[in-house]
DNA sequence: TCGATATTTCAATAATTGTTGTATAGTTGA
DNA sequence: TCAACTATACAACAATTATTGAAATATCGA
């Protein structure tokens, strides 16, 4: 994860309707969903969802595959976890005991 | 950590200019650096970094103090932390198996 | 093949964001 | 008080990003 890649992934989360269809693919995943039904749930036209699932997809954080007439859509889950240890490794690097005092960490899923 | 307090933040990251400042300032944690030192180390012109330390601030990834004539910028690292949580949750929302199958996942400052 | 469907591309425009120089406000030390 | 210094506010402009409708491409089912 360099910082070109990083920004690029900041700017496709910076945006409330990336940020939507990022979270649906999560909550779909891994089916994922057709553009069709990502611009129904989030009540989008579908021009503007194709600039937005164009830009994700770019930014490496969707995955597309064609499926007939239908793109479906897919969460990049490994590309958002490196993204969450590149922040870790911002967020602590060197300075453990300023970051984490408060609130012990627990690692990424144990509240599931 | 709601959606809009996210956007904003991730829109704080978005920008080279912005990852680095916040960078330099988790490096000089827990101390900050005053606006003149970030723009002398950064080589920017003042008046661009103030109109990005202002905009990192409003979104409440820095916190400032006043020392006489200098500012000191300070990186909000609780901030920080709640983002890297609300990113967690959002990628394994329901699906931790598909998450992290490859990679178990380690606490935030276990390679420090 | 043909009409209907799904999605994207393109072009036009609107809106937002980034950069720079100049001017201003506040602080310091003499 | 005064000159030097730090930083921000403001205004102008440049550049990028977002949104929309119309047209194009490709697939499907009959």
Request: glycine share 6%; charged share 20%.
């Amino acid at each position: 994860m360099d910082k070109q890649l990083a920004t690029s992934l900041f700017e496709s989360l910076a945006s409330g309707i990336r940020l939507d269809v990022f979270r649906l693919l999560v909550k779909h995943a891994p089916a994922g969903l057709v553009a069709g039904e990502i611009a129904a749930l989030l009540a989008l036209p579908p021009t503007n969802l194709s600039f937005h699932l164009k830009a994700m997809t770019h930014a490496g954080l969707l995955n597309v595959t064609q499926e007939g007439r239908y793109q479906r859509y897919r969460a990049n889950l490994k590309v958002m976890q490196a993204l969450i240890d590149y922040l870790t490794a911002e967020c602590c690097s060197g300075h453990t005991e300023h970051c984490f005092d408060a609130k012990p960490v627990k690692t990424c899923c144990d509240t599931n």
